[in-house]
């Protein structure tokens, strides 16, 4: 800094040294006639000849013409306004300035010119392309012989460069003095004095900062020696600041000064001339950080002791490993928990000693760990030197290529969540089994009743056909019941195709408005979606529809109850990209749908919003409800890849939100009008039934021998598949899914090998493969199923199989 300030003050005393001259010899030659003495009258030709050559810029104006106009401009004075000649003749010279120039200096060179004298003054000019200059002009009247005013000469002097310089010298001064007051770090310049064999005996100090004090407790040392200031002063500090003085190599050190029980940490540079032997201090008072490292070393001591000894020490599996899975330190509770030593576990690898079925989860805890991100509670089986494996929890930290982690043995604590969750599994299946037995018990007590009455020959045909109806009524009560267990227990058949939520939402809410009664309000929200062009795309998933809508209708039949048959029902549709965590699990990140049902009722306990899901639980009154509306809608979440949330509080009303995956690049399925009318006549439709169960099988082969149907009776695949081989064949084949040996979805994909076209219709009241694996789009009809459903889904398929075998002849 002060090398810069020094080169600019010496620019500026030369800039300022030229100036003097230049206005020193315009003056000479513009100097005002004497008492009784006329300004040179030579020839005028001659007078502008010698104005053009000069390098100075001229001007001459004519003050007998009428605004006094400039009669002449050198090229000179062309080139620093920018204008040419014939744009500056005619012209006064105001039209040079502009609103910055100061009206005083207008003033002083208006009043000059009416009194025909010389001026010199400093104005603000603008060029033709609107930039500034600042123009030293001075004016001169000329005189003829006779006296009489000719002309006014008007020379130029272009010192924007000088007073620039002058501004930044000046800001460069001020920006050096505010840094030099405002640095928290001590700041001195000293002047070294040297004896005749060129050793370092002194220095004095030339400047020294206000913060000089503060670190060093010494005041008023300009102008001093240190001599007086630090009498004691250690002979290392002369001869390092002595080495920089005559090399000019700057240092930077730490160093103490016993006499004023300080450390310091010092940078010293030469400046200026290397004869003026000065130099810039920046320093800093460094005591107590030296203390402090002191006491740190000694905590550093403490600390290695107590590390090794928890290392030592430590039950928990302690490890360093590097991000490529290669052992670098173990501690002893290896040996002691798994039998290994240091020596057969370092530079092996960490994956070596995981077991199998856990190795995935073990390589996503590294690209964790390289991302840079912090392990928690990973729990995976570790080899024992014996092979047997125990559970071990691991937390890590990453550390530049390598990590840091801690392994607790979790093994007895596993084994007791195993037998916790076996125990709730317990109590869930006696809750669900007491739930069914007193439902169906109820069921059956209708039916029995009513067999028991249909056998009085004394009955009346009204009262048969009541105890008849009854019958049917308590068996779809009891299908309906038996399809929510499934529901639940996610084992339900589903029959998915892509649809619209937003449009099945709509078509649901009229119903649900029925549900509900006059005094809930129902309102429906689909936020739209666009795509790239700007074009509304439908909220498309692949699920049942069915079991869609009744999830949808259990959920608005929950909220009516909660709300007492009067408030607000809300069901909004819209696009999120992701399941929340819930029920200790993380959040899913993904493309859905999510449907929500919120009310006004009453909320839900906090206690019972771990329960709502669980079959059979319910917090309504005896008589008001099954317990197993939500079941369905949980099971039906899960089985459809879904999930559904309830947020409540008491008072708060609550807020159901299914979440369904969204249907990515495709299209809803074509709706059909070609149902056929239930128990229409078959007309001779042959019919090969494959059922393993003889009273299932007997009473499909003689409910379709009386609608018209030729029927055929297998108990298995295998003969099912042998009877198709013989004449006269059949139309159709309507089998079981759960039978020994083959079941009915292997059988059916083989009869689409062999007889491509046959028509296959599935029926079962459960399976896991369907439940898992779904129909492989066969027609299926759910157990127990009505004569009107059989017929029907039977004359559907040869149906459409006859439309299909149409097309392909054409």
Partial sequence: MDIENERLRTENRELQAEIARLRERNISHVRRPESGQQTSAADVDLLFTAAEKTRMPQ????????????????????????????????????????????????????????????????????????????????????????????????????????????GMLAESEARYRTLFNALDAGF????????????????????????????????????????EVVPDLERTWLDTYGAVALSGQAVRFESGVVALGRWFEVQALRIGEP????????????????????????????????????????????????????????????????????GDLVDTSFDDYVYPDDKEAAAAAFAQLRAGEVL??????????????????????????????????????????????????????????????????????????????????????????????AISDTVTRAAKLTGQLLAFARRQALTPEVFDVGRSVASVADMVGTLTGARIRVVTNVTPVRNAEGEDVPHLIDADPSQFDTALVNMAINARDAMGGEGRLDIGVRRAS????????????????????????????????????????????????????????????????GEVLVESAPGSGTTFTLYLPRAMGRHMAEETDDEPEPLADGHGTRVLVVEDNEEVGAFATQALRELGYET??????EKALEMLQAPPGFDVIFSD??????????????????????????????????????????????????????????????????????????
């Fill in 188 to 227: 001195c310049v000293i002047e070294m004095r040297f004896d005749a064999e060129g050793k370092a005996i002194d220095y004095r100090f030339v400047e020294a900062n206000p913060a000089f004090a503060r670190h060093t407790g010494l005041d008023d040392v300009v102008g001093k020696w240190v001599s």
């Fill in 275 to 342: 004869v003026q032997h000065r130099l810039a201090l920046l320093f800093n008072d460094v005591t107590d950080r030296r203390l402090a490292e002191g006491v740190l070393r000694d905590t550093a001591r403490e600390r290695t002791t107590e590390r090794d000894l928890v290392w030592r020490a430590s039950r928990d599996l302690l490890v360093v490993c590097g991000f490529d899975g290669i052992y670098r330190a173990v501690n002893p509770a290896w040996t002691e928990m798994l039998g290994w030593s240091e």
């Fill in 578 to 641: 992701g399941i929340p965590a819930v029920r200790a699990h993380p959040r899913i990140p993904g493309d859905f749908v999510a449907v929500s049902v919120r009310d006004t009722g009453t909320g839900i306990a906090e206690g019972d919003l771990d329960r709502i899901f669980e079959p059979f639980f319910t917090t309504k009154g005896v008589g008001q409800g099954t317990g197993l509306g939500l079941s369905q809608v949980f099971g039906f979440a899960k089985q459809s890849g």
């Fill in 376 to 469: 928690d509670n990973l729990d995976v089986r570790i080899r024992a030197a014996d092979g047997s494996y125990r559970w071990v929890s691991w937390n890590a930290i990453p550390q530049g290529d390598h990590f840091y982690a801690a392994g607790r043995d979790v093994t007895e604590r596993r084994a007791l969540e195993e037998q916790l969750r076996q125990s709730q599994k317990l109590e869930a299946v006696g809750q669900l089994t007491g739930g069914v037995a007193h439902d169906f018990n109820n069921l059956l007590t209708v039916i029995r009743s009513s067999t028991d009455l249909l056998k009085r020959p004394d009955l009346s045909e009204e009262r048969r056909q009541r105890y008849i109806g």
């Fill in 59 to 166: 001007i001459v104006t004519d003050p007998n013409q009428p605004d006094n106009p400039i009669v002449f401009a050198n090229r000179a004075f062309q080139d620093l306004c920018g204008y040419s000649a014939e744009e500056l003749i005619g012209r006064n010279c105001r039209f040079l300035q502009g609103p910055d120039t100061d009206p005083a200096d207008i003033a002083r060179v208006r009043d000059a010119i009416s009194a025909r004298r010389d001026v010199v003054v400093e104005i603000l000019n603008y060029r033709r392309d609107g930039s500034t200059f600042r123009n030293e002009l001075y004016v001169s009247p000329v005189f003829t012989p006779e006296g009489q005013l000719r002309y006014f000469f008007a020379s130029q002097l272009d010192v924007t460069r000088f007073r620039t310089e002058e």
């Fill in 712 to 717: 055929a009776w297998a108990m298995n695949a």
């Fill in 737 to 810: 899914v759960v039978m020994p040996g083959m079941n009915g979805i292997d059988m059916a994909r083989e009869i689409r090998h062999r007889h491509p076209g046959m028509p296959v219709v599935l029926a079962s009241g459960y399976s896991h493969v369907l439940a898992e694996e779904g129909t492989h789009g066969f027609p299926f009809l759910k157990k127990p199923y009505s004569v009107e459903d059989l017929s029907r889904i039977l004359r559907r398929a040869v149906s459409r199989a006859a439309t299909g075998a149409s097309r392909q002849r054409r």
